[in-house]
């Protein structure tokens, strides 16, 4: 897997950017995208200031990484965001911010980013759902929603995209310390680490752990797969 060429969507902070800086660690060339300018200063590692949902700007930065470094191999949506509120006060501006990014953002990435994953029949797709869908946590309804929308997404376009060699795989994190969550009361979280198997925050070492096995090109007979971690269901 060396010379590996991975898109990271959101990689400015949180988990994109432990990605990010994970993946340049070992070897990789690593390709990331945020509405901001990044911090990691590194010579495999290019990034490019887009919103996800807006399609011309997504077109544009995915020619630009064809013209320049031919290929892609790896896709991983990262980039999200989320609604921690409950559904009578939740605005419609926000409905409309989570699902363009969220859903939208995704889909754009995913179709465009295919469009050169087919050309090596080896590519990989993962993507970012949440607990908050099967624990169906109140206060996340528009959250929940986007990310339920994401797993049918992956699930079929795991099926679209398998004669390109196309692998589409969703990790379901449960909460790790990151921006995403700190404005979540401490009570709340623990009563969601509670509902899981195993009780104790995510860490991004777990995230990287689940990538790295659907990416690997061993795993080219996994596809359409959800992995909640910390013992969701």
Do not use: W
């Not at 970012?128 to 169906?136: D, E, N, S």
């Not at 929603?145 to 049918?152: E, G, H, Y």
Request: hydrophobic share 35%; net charge positive; with cysteine.
């Amino acid at each position: 897997m060396d010379n590996y060429k991975i898109l990271i969507t959101g990689s400015r902070k949180g988990i994109g950017k432990y990605l990010a800086e994970y993946y340049l660690s070992k070897g990789y060339y690593v390709f990331g995208c945020s509405r901001g300018e990044t911090t990691i200063e590194h010579k495999n590692y290019v990034h490019f200031e887009v919103d996800i949902s807006n399609e011309k700007s997504i077109k544009s930065m995915i020619s630009s990484i064809k013209t320049k470094y031919q290929s892609i191999d790896v896709l991983i949506n990262n980039a999200g965001i989320a609604s921690m509120n409950h559904s009578l006060l939740t605005p419609t501006k926000t409905v409309e911010r989570v699902l363009k990014t969220n859903v939208l953002g995704l889909y754009l990435c995913c179709r465009e980013v295919a469009k050169i994953l087919k050309k090596s029949k080896h590519g990989r797709i993962v993507n970012f759902c949440t607990v908050a869908t099967p624990l169906k946590l109140e206060g996340e309804a528009i959250y929940a929603a986007s990310k339920a929308a994401v797993i049918s997404l992956t699930q079929i376009l795991a099926k679209e995209f398998s004669d390109f060699g196309i692998t589409v795989n969703c990790i379901g994190p449960t909460p790790i310390k990151t921006d995403l969550i700190r404005s979540v009361p401490d009570k709340k979280l623990k009563k969601l680490i509670n509902q899981q198997a195993i009780k104790r925050y995510g860490k991004f070492e777990d995230v990287s752990n689940v990538i790295d096995f659907f990416i690997s090109p061993d795993s080219d007979f996994i596809t359409g797969q959800i992995l909640y971690l910390g013992g969701v269901s």
